[in-house]
């Protein structure tokens, strides 16, 4: 009986430790792209993101250049 539940115990034991080493590469990885796209980005920024950024930079030009504004509109982003 103390053999079953040992093994019982030992069975949940190395579940737990499986677990807990297979999502270890997956977390540091998805840290290390989340460091990366904030800095890239600079989503901190007070001013906003690079994306948004060049985004109105792109729509001021649209503003004067008739080919960037026919671009602009072709993807919804005007």
């Not at 977390?27 to 460091?35: A, V």
């Not at 920024?45 to 985004?55: A, V």
């Amino acid at each position: 009986m103390l053999v079953t539940i040992a093994g019982i115990f030992g069975l949940i034991g190395f579940i737990v430790w499986d677990r807990y080493s297979t999502l270890r590469p997956m977390d540091t990885r998805l840290k290390r792209l989340e460091r990366d796209l904030e800095k890239d980005l600079e989503l901190q920024s007070p001013e906003g993101s690079k994306l948004t950024r060049m985004l109105h930079t792109l729509r001021e030009l649209a503003k004067e250049d008739k080919k960037i504004e026919a671009i602009l509109r072709s993807f919804s982003l005007l």
